[in-house]
């Protein structure tokens, strides 16, 4: 049954628009010229990652040296982004800031899907009480704004990365259960899901197999948003004391050394705009793939 | 009809209630730090007399479903609990400190609507134009902007280096606060005919008014552009259109009326993004508001006002959600009628 569907499938895979002669390296192009704000987010995130590789060569000192006689030095030639009130170099601090908050984005991301989704889809596939349990807890978690709650649990678990992270994920998962129940719903309303019941295929399979394939779209183009929201939670938490603590290169800890002094606007300025570069390629990347993936749209 | 809905929407908000009480409680009783170090501070804790005394007068030693009844008792008598860092009852030091959030909140949805839905029509009918490119590019970036950076870049550009805002804070230093009858500046101000202070304080709203609409800003381009675009492509516009009707027309009396509606039911979202921006924003502007109480209980650990400030933020939150509801069954008729 499921190779008959998979051969079927390819072969609607559009005749008419795959020429024959395209190459795979033309279709590329193709798909970058068609999809521009995809492709540069996705590049723009590449870059980061590499920089996270290669931190420790890319950046010209150690993030955590300290050099008291060249204290809050403006950005010059030896000093890109300047200095902080310790002499240390921002440059270096900011690249290897990339470290903490991308790493820690993708890792919340990841979880709340995986919760969320598998809470959602055996939500909206099984329904009766469990969905109701489920759908509760996950209002009740959405019932806050997402800072604040996030703002409580950290405070509650105490400042640290590893907390900021918990109460990110406790923030996220709702949001994932509820879409994924809503995308379950409707898929398995489809008429080839009642053809592979009528054909006496188990439950689980079907949920597996045949709902979960074609429900995750939207969970894809939301996830690609989030990693640039949970960087903006995390760096808030931080930034309001209450996330990563001095003396580590948190963008967020690192915009909060800058804000009684404006006369040093280094401080914060450089930290602020890697914020900024990292969620904008996540939200181009979301767009692009929302246009690429959800034609309706 | 219409009462029945509404009546309907009030009784389910009740459990939901009782759900977030549970799960601030929870939360509250799952800290490892001691309450008792906070009560009665870290010396006397060697004290057993104080300990106990302390454990008795704050029910410590109840056990946890009790204490969590006698809790959902004293809410429903407004009893929020008392603040470890102010010694006043928590719900009075929120009622001191939100108006200057719902202040904030006002003027920043103000902002949000007057420039938002003109941008957002304006993409929604030159769809995929320039003009719509561009929209979508600058809403992109402004989502993308960390409210609490921006707001630190705006002061040090437009206070420190040019000098043409005011710095943080609601009213300038040497002004003195107009007596406090709502609480919102602006407005006692005026009742006081106070035209400095008036001044001043609508002054002072305008960098943080820019940061946390911004926030909203680009929620409200976005849905105004997708509703107008479905909108222009229905059946009654081509009717309206095939009668002769003048574009304009068909967009402000037609098309418009009917994206407002969808745009009602946002307020309610763009309303929780304004509270989570408002604890951002607030912090960099050193605005008096709940935002501020809230990192300030948080930094503190002073769980009570955490505890009661989140719990009010919520309740205010599904308040917003429940109108917004409402409102909607009134504008839209169906929604009333499947529901009801």
Not at chain 1, 240 to 259: F, H, K, S, Y
Not at chain 1, 273 to 278: K, Q, R, S
Not at chain 2, 201 to 220: D, E, K, N, Q, R
């Amino acid at each position: 049954m499921d190779k008959t569907a998979v051969s079927s499938g390819s072969s609607v895979t559009n005749p008419g628009v795959v020429q024959v002669t395209a190459s795979p390296g033309r279709l590329l192009v193709a798909h970058i010229r068609k999809y521009p704000s995809l492709w540069i987010g996705l590049a723009v995130l590449v870059v980061w990652f590499l920089i996270i590789i290669f931190a420790s060569q890319i950046a010209p000192t150690d993030p955590l040296a300290q050099n008291l006689s060249e204290r809050l030095a403006p950005p010059s030639s030896a000093h890109w982004f300047g200095t902080d009130e310790l002499g240390r170099d921002i440059f270096s601090r900011v690249i290897h800031g990339a470290r903490i908050s991308l790493p820690a984005a993708f890792f919340v991301v990841l979880v709340s899907v995986t919760i969320g989704s598998l809470l959602g889809a055996a939500a909206g596939f099984t329904g009766g009480r469990l969905d109701d349990l489920i759908m509760r807890a996950a209002d009740v978690t959405l019932a806050f704004p997402s800072v604040v709650l996030a703002l409580a649990i950290s405070s509650f678990l105490g400042p640290s990365l590893t907390n900021a992270i918990i109460a990110a994920c406790i923030v996220l998962w709702p949001e994932y259960a509820r879409l994924m129940r809503s995308q379950v719903l409707i898929v398995r309303s489809f008429e080839y899901v009642s053809a592979a019941r009528s054909l006496g295929i188990p439950e689980r399979r079907i949920l597996l197999y045949h709902i979960l394939p074609n429900a995750w779209t939207p969970l894809i183009i939301k996830a690609a948003l989030d990693i640039g929201g949970i960087i903006l939670l995390v760096s808030a938490l931080s930034f309001l004391g209450l996330g990563v603590q001095p003396p580590t290169p948190e963008w967020g800890a690192m915009i909060a050394l800058g804000r009684t002094k404006f006369y040093q606007w280094w401080l914060a300025t450089f930290p602020g705009l890697a914020i900024l570069v990292v969620i904008f390629a996540c939200n181009l990347l979301s767009e692009g793939l929302r246009d690429w993936l959800d034609p309706n749209y | 009809m219409l009462s029945r809905y509404i009546i309907r929407r009030l009784l389910l908000a009740v459990p939901m209630l009782l759900g977030i009480s549970l799960a601030l409680f929870l939360i509250y009783n799952l800290v490892q730090v001691d309450p008792l170090v906070m009560i009665v501070g870290e010396r006397a804790m060697d004290n057993p007399e104080i300990v106990a005394t302390a454990t008795r007068q704050w029910g410590l030693d109840r056990p946890v479903w009790e204490q969590y009844l006698s809790y959902v008792g004293n809410l429903v008598r407004g009893d929020f609990g008392t603040s470890f860092l102010t010694r006043r009852p928590v719900l009075d030091d929120l009622l001191l400190f939100l108006p200057a959030t719902m202040e904030l909140a006002v003027s920043s949805l103000l902002f949000a609507a007057v420039v938002g839905i003109p941008l957002g029509v304006i993409a929604g009918l030159r769809y995929r134009s320039t003009l719509d490119k561009g929209v979508w590019f600058i809403s992109l970036l402004n989502a993308s902007l960390p409210p609490f950076w921006t707001g630190l870049i705006f002061l040090t550009v437009f206070y420190y280096f040019l000098g043409i805002a005011p710095g943080p804070g609601r009213l300038a230093p040497r002004i003195p606060t107009p007596e406090r009858v709502t609480g919102l500046l602006t407005v006692d101000s005026l009742l006081a005919g106070n035209a400095e202070a008036f001044l001043s304080a609508l002054h002072h709203l305008i960098l943080p008014t820019l940061i946390l609409g911004g926030f909203t800003l680009a929620l409200v381009i976005r849905v105004t552009r997708a509703a107008i675009i479905e909108e222009m492509r229905k059946e009654y516009i081509r009717t309206a259109r095939s009668k002769g009707m003048s574009e304009r027309r068909v967009t402000v009396r037609h098309a418009l009326r009917n994206v407002l509606i969808p745009l009602v039911t946002i307020l309610g979202l763009a309303f929780a993004g304004l509270l989570s921006g408002a604890v951002m924003t607030e912090t960099v502007f050193d605005w008096p508001g709940l935002g501020q109480y809230l990192v300030r209980a948080a930094v503190n650990l002073d769980y009570p006002a955490i505890q009661g400030g989140t719990l009010v933020i919520a309740i205010f939150y599904i308040l917003v959600n429940l109108t917004v509801d409402i409102l909607y069954g009134l504008l839209d008729p169906r929604v009333r009628d499947r529901d009801g």
